[in-house]
Nanobody, 116 residues
């Protein structure tokens, strides 16, 4: 069974940086996309970043230029480098993996809190 575990969250001041990691266990295979989402209290799930097997990355306007997603396929790990953090980036950050068969796996999430 595939399990994803996020790490790297915490409390940071506005303008600071954090690097999140998400490691998969259980030998996931045919993973063609890895991504990050976030959920703030009282708000809907929000897409943050994704990276495809070819290395192409995608971001929404809200984080483009500040966040960078990367992956180490040999370690089944995806990273999210977050710079110039803002209070509105405060949320639980969740990673997901999607395979070629349409299966989607989610982590439990890691809290990111940005103080003003």
């Amino acid at each position: 069974q595939v399990q994803l575990v996020e790490s790297g969250g915490g409390l940071v001041q506005a303008g600071g940086s954090l690097r999140l990691s998400c490691a998969a266990s259980g030998s996931p295979f045919s993973i063609n996309a890895m991504g990050w989402y976030r959920q703030a209290p009282g708000k809907q799930h929000e897409f943050v970043a994704q990276i495809f097997s070819g290395g192409v990355a995608d971001y929404p306007i809200s984080v483009k230029g500040r966040f960078t997603i990367s992956r180490d396929s040999s370690k089944n790990t995806v990273y999210l480098q977050m710079n110039k953090l803002k209070p509105e980036d405060t949320a639980v950050y969740l990673c997901n993996f999607r395979n070629a068969f349409g299966d989607i796996y989610w982590g439990q999430g890691t809290q990111v809190t940005v103080s003003s």
